[in-house]
């Protein structure tokens, strides 16, 4: 089974400025026939379920902010947020699809120092 | 409106069994591969299973493997999880979470999810 791991477990940062979530993999997630990286990111807000930020690791989902990027190849992957914003406070995971049993991160809490 | 709304969680003992059903609408379920991922109290993400297009086609995890069977009914656009045996470990929310067209295995749609609790 692919083991996900994020760092850190949390983090504050400053309104506007840059967030960095970052996200590794046990074993690559990234298939070599159609070179593509089977890593997704979401979003947790308190008593809400996950939404969609970014899949194929970098490919932002259809009506999430420009300021959410991903980036990385293989088993090392990278969630940024450029300019924090209040509403971006929450648990952020990072998943893998590659192969079954899917598998999650342990998320990163981000909050507003 | 697009939405996936789950039902049939609550309290149940240790043994015992529950179903919960996911309730689909808003585009052609029967297109979609469609999974339960759960969240224990305070916890992260745990992908439990998944069921394609064919419904003959369903992955386990692990951890409820033999004890939970997952489901659908694409005339009526819905979505089930059997859940027999249950351990206090499953406490959790179950959410119901729609893979994107093409099957790749990430999940662009979720519900609001249904608890379950076990406890005697």
């Known amino acids: 089974d692919i083991v996900m791991t994020q760092s850190p477990d949390s983090l504050a940062v400053s309104l506007g400025e840059r967030a960095t979530v970052n996200c590794k993999s046990s074993?690559?997630?990234?298939?070599?026939?159609?070179?593509?990286?089977?890593l997704a990111w979401y979003q947790q807000k308190p008593g809400q379920p996950p939404k969609l930020l970014i899949y194929?690791?970098?490919t932002r989902e259809s009506g999430v902010p420009d300021r959410f990027s991903g980036s990385g190849s293989g088993t090392d992957f990278t969630l940024t947020i450029s300019s924090l914003q209040a509403e971006d406070v929450a648990v952020y995971y990072c998943?893998?699809?590659?192969?079954?049993?899917?598998?999650f991160g342990q998320g990163t809490k981000l909050e507003i120092k | 409106e697009v939405q996936l709304v789950e039902s049939g969680g609550g309290l149940v003992q240790p043994g015992g069994s529950l179903r919960l059903s996911c309730a689909a609408s808003?585009?052609?379920?029967?297109?979609?591969?469609m999974n339960w991922v759960r969240q224990a109290p305070g916890k992260g993400l745990e992908w439990v299973s998944d069921?394609?297009?064919?419904?003959?086609?369903?992955y386990y995890a692990d951890s409820v493997k033999g004890r939970f069977t997952i489901s659908r009914d694409n005339a009526k656009n819905s979505l089930y999880l059997q859940m027999n045996s249950l351990r206090a470990e499953d406490t959790a929310v179950y959410y119901c979470?729609?893979?994107?067209?093409?099957?790749?295995?990430?999940?662009?749609?979720w519900g609001r999810g249904t608890l379950v609790t076990v406890s005697s």
């Open positions: 808003g585009f052609t379920f029967s297109s979609y591969s």
């Open positions: 074993q690559s997630v990234l298939y070599s026939s159609n070179n593509k990286n089977y």
């Open positions: 069921i394609r297009i064919s419904s003959t086609t369903t």
């Open positions: 998943q893998q699809y590659y192969i079954t049993p899917y598998s």
């Open positions: 979470a729609r893979n994107p067209i093409g099957g790749a295995g990430y999940f662009d749609l």
């Open positions: 194929w690791a970098s």
